[in-house]
């Protein structure tokens, strides 16, 4: 079965160049790892005061520490889904296809993206916040378990943070800059699983639709974006992107 059936969106992605795909909490979800909001979200059930700022990293390092090693384990156990590779195979279909995401859990990597712009940083990346130093996830593992308390420190002395983006942190601006130029040069802008609540990625969509880029949202439920949205796709990524994808590669000729 089809997904494109809308004489619109056939026409749009049948002239597109640039192709922008936008994911968010909803893609990971079905690969088995907790979203943020939503019925069941992790802010539903726990305060982003107390675990998702430096104040709180700073003045509760080994509380924080431990929520976010405990994080970083069920990821490592989570594996991409049919979404996350679908999105993969799209990157090869476009003259030019860019992926942009609001998710730190590497999904995308691991299903074979290359170049994902990831605007909140990455789970299973650390460094230090004295002197820089990267740690890998493995080097991670050994430096927390051995901390006293479980306040990992840096050799320097220094404290080691997750590298991802917390509240009332700015995002990495090279990172931001690549996102929205992007965006502005989309002809398709494919909007998945994303609430569109969070800034400023959710002016991403709003902006390629301003530019003249065809909207496609999916998502299972209604957004604050769909009233933007040309073209609404209901539903799991993992389902219909690889629908959505194989429909695509009939319209666009493989670059």
């Known amino acids: ?33 907790p979203t943020f909001r939503g019925e069941n979200g992790l802010w539903t059930k726990l305060s982003p005061e107390e675990l ?33 590779y679908a999105l993969c195979e799209l990157s090869s279909v ?6 942009i995401t609001q998710n730190i859990d590497g999904l995308h990597q691991r299903a074979g993206s290359r170049d994902v712009v990831e605007l909140h940083g990455n789970l299973l990346e650390n460094y230090c916040v004295r002197c820089g130093q990267k740690y890998s996830i493995e080097e991670f593992d050994d430096v927390f378990n051995n901390a006293m308390n479980h306040v990992p420190r840096c ?77 609404i796709l209901q539903g799991n990524s993992g389902e219909i992107l690889p629908q959505l994808v194989e429909d695509i590669k009939t319209l666009l000729p493989k670059a």
């Not at 929520?67 to 156990?77: A, G, L, M």
């Not at 476009?94 to 992926?99: A, M, V, Y």
């Open 94 to 99: 476009p003259e030019h296809f860019n992926l």
């Open 1 to 33: 079965m089809k997904i494109l059936s809308d004489p619109s969106a056939i026409e749009a992605i049948k002239k597109a160049k640039n192709i922008v795909a936008l994911t968010g909490a909803g893609i990971s979800a079905e690969s088995g790892i």
């Open 155 to 231: 050799n320097c002395g220094g404290l080691i943070r997750p590298n991802v983006v917390w509240f009332g942190e700015a995002l990495p601006r090279e990172n931001l800059e690549l996102a929205y130029n992007a965006t502005i040069q989309s002809d398709v802008f494919l909007s998945i699983g994303t609430s569109a609540q969070v800034r400023p990625a959710a002016d991403l969509p709003v902006l390629a639709k301003q530019g003249g880029a065809f909207l496609i949202e999916i998502n299972t439920q209604h957004t604050v974006l769909s009233e933007e949205a040309d073209l």
């Open 52 to 84: 998702a700022s430096f104040e709180s990293f700073y003045q509760n390092t080994a509380v924080v520490m431990e929520w976010y090693k405990h994080r970083q384990e069920v990821i490592k156990k989570c594996k991409p889904n049919p979404g996350h």
